[in-house]
């Protein structure tokens, strides 16, 4: 097997496993119980959470662990709830027809669209967990230029007195562009310095979906200056489910589930031990071999790129070390997938996601391809199950599917 | 088994299997010989739903030299509450297979028409208090209708499918000689030389198409295909009619189909697991009514709407009555429904007379062209249009030799039909009203109508 789709899924690596394990059976007890090695259990849970938030120059007071990404980002436009509900002035919800719900986030989520018409920026290549949450608050898209990056223009005329929350992820799913965000940060910072000179008090916040960049890229949330960070433990070699929202102190959010009050009562529910312990352990071993792995991909992504034939490389620049996205112009990409799947190398079109309901790829879409690019469209994600020998072979093994399928629809060239 | 090429209306070849014993009117051709074509192969689109069935019948075509294109109809992508529609993954297995197979894969969209002949109609069913099913009329409207004429102006020669069905030709010279031959095995069918022989020189589409039951009696599924056109099945394959469940299932697996091991979809595609009832409740507003005892009119409880109930269903009925005397642990059985007045009458009596009936009558008749049971004279019935065939239905006859389904994969029934009603021998359990009875003589469906 040569597995080339890092971005959808990682391993749990190996050191991850052996740290988790102890945490379901021996380790097993409740945090919240009171005898002494409950205790233990609590405060290893914290130390873990510790090891995460530093990663990101972060408190571990500073992040709420949640059931992975998707629920993180979901997490932190709740912001616009605590908002609407709370604050005074034009922004003000109406009252709601579903008025008993209104105090819970689904019920201000669902009231949340309309009205709010200008309070939500974010990027339009955004992942849908995003995207289908800033679409409810009926937000606006900041359009990319042809290179994936932000068109930092468009997002500057689209900032108004309305605008609270901003979403751009760090590093692109499907392309693995890493957007310039401590420009963003500073846009921001610079936004609210005005806000606060003309006396106008809605608030800005700026969110980023890091969830591909953790074991690529150095981060730190005070440098993009960034108010929520999501992270996900299952594309750094660490569990799946497991996630985590950094939420600058100042910031109000609205839970999504209430209950005990864990998590600083914005997530509660017995906290999930063994998979933040696994969390931590994947986020040191990311920390500690970030730039040899940046150099390693590097390498294979040369490799790659000299031994394919017949493509075009669509993510030239500013792109995660790990991502490869070609596209072969007039073959259909999904039939690549099963070529190659039959020979044991597993590789992604555009985007899983997209794939997988029929749509074609957004963010494909948003840089300007044409129908045919993004059906010949096809994602390489490097990682730790692969060695140089191997990409050697992926090579050779996709040249010849790719032949086979120009013979097919005899078209040589 | 023999194998002829004859050639099409427009000189291109298809392979024929025929018997070899002298004389009779029928040749089922379930699954075309393993002839392979040297050159110019005949054209075929292949419906592939990304099951195991679908994929066979293309593989099988595959070897069978045809230049095969798949298609996955999509006819339908919505999802319901609590039921994600599986769409994507069905056309992901189908296309998988294309690949594997290594011919061209497309998709086409019949959703927009799925939606107004075959939900519509559907929806207007229900309405009305009848029971329809909606899998005779995709195939009637789009399978056999929308696919095969896009089909045919793609320049195809077949369509074909994963039904276990299969068809047989006959022609004028035959037709009706010694009624439908009944045997068990195709391969000993008594028509062959006599009726083929002059083959050759006739262009298929000259020949009237039959609709043969599978060999698989347990898959056979003629009971959806029994109001497909003469057209169509005149230039439609089913390269698994001729073989068992089991061989198809052990077929994909030696030839490393993934879906072999695929989960079968059971009941409507676009219900799935989550029932009609939850989803008519999307579509129809209704209010809820009584349930009334049939004997006595006194009200036992409340429906949810009229619409939502069969007759001759136990399940679902929410009886609040006295204890001992309305729930004393026997199940009462809806017998009887009044739409206009949204009332569901029930009865715990399995005799009752709304529940066994031994006649039927039947709506929107549709019988096929080609033989029927000790009919009309042969040359009478030589006409090859549904009108005609028709006009020509057995209505005096009281033909002994049809069997009736009325649901699929029922037992077949002997019947009798004047033309209108249904006639049985002994008290049936009624279908409910807007199924179809199918009639057969043999392995040979004739036709059939909705139940009024």
Redesign the interface.
Known sequence: MIYLDHAAATPVSSKVFEAMKPYFSDEFFNPSSPYLPAKKVAAEYEAAKGVIAHAIGAKGSDIVITAGATEANNLAFTVLNTELIFCSGPRRSRPSPRGERANSAMGALRNAPSQNINSVLYLVTEHDSVRNVAKQYGGQEIKVLANGLVDMADLKSKITDETMLISVSLANNEIGVIQPLAEIGALVREVRMDRLKRDIKTPIYLHSDASQALNLLDINVARLGVDFLTLNAAKVYGPKGVGALYVSHEVKLQPLTTGGGQERGLRSGTENVPGVIGFATAVEEAKKHLSSNRKKYSEYRKILLDELQGYELINKKHTLDNFVVLCYNGIDA??LI??L??QGVYVATGAACA????EKSHVLKAIGLSDTQIAGSLRITFGETNTPEQIHEAARIINAAVQLERE??GNDD | MMTKTMPLGDGSLAPVVTGLAPSSSVVTSGSPSRHRFQSSAPTVFVGMSGGVDSSVAAMLLVEQGYDVTGVYMKNWSQDLPGMKCPWADDLADAKRVAVKLGIPFEVWDFEKEYREKVVEYMLAEFKKGNTPNPDIMCNQEIKFKLFFEKAMERGADFIATGHYARTGVTDDFCRGGSGAWQGEDERQNPCGDRGFGRAPEQKLSDRTPVLVRAVDENKDQTYFLYRISDEALARTLFPIGDMLKPEVKKLAEEKGLHNAYKKESMGVCFVGEVGMKDFLKEYIDTKPGEIRRVEDDKVLGVHEGAVFYTIGQRHGLYLDGEKGTVNDGLPYYVVKKDIAKNIVYVSKNLNDGNLWVDELELKELLFRSGPRPAGPSPRAAGANSRAAALRNAPSQNKSSSIQVRLRHRAPLIPAEFDGKKLKFASKIKRPASGQSAVIYAGEICLGGGFIA
Do not use: H, P, Q
């Open positions: 999904e039939r099963f070529l799947e039959e794939a997988s309901k029929g097919r629809i």
